[in-house]
């Protein structure tokens, strides 16, 4: 899966950041602990007047899951 990739800076600026009142920014870690914003088209319409378009700018990059916790027994 192909994500934006963001610095911790970046991320601490941008996370729970709304949009409209029903769209926000929720960025996730990968395995690494990189952070990734996930985006579409639909979404950079939405976000073309305010001051996060320049989320769809960042770098692109392969974002691998961390594995599912272990299951309690």
């Keep these: ?3 934006y990739q963001l610095s911790e800076e970046q991320y601490n600026d941008v996370q729970g950041k709304h ?3 029903y769209l926000f920014i929720n ?3 990968d395995i690494n602990g ?3 914003f996930f985006g579409n088209e639909q ?3 939405a976000f073309k007047d305010s001051e ?3 989320l769809f700018d960042l770098p692109q990059a392969e974002y691998t ?3 599912p916790p272990d299951f309690p027994i």
């Design 34 to 36: 990189t952070w990734f």
């Design 19 to 21: 949009i409209t009142p």
């Design 27 to 29: 960025c996730v870690q």
């Design 65 to 67: 899951p961390p594995p």
């Design 52 to 54: 996060y378009l320049w």
């Design 1 to 3: 899966m192909i994500g």
């Design 43 to 45: 979404d950079k319409e």
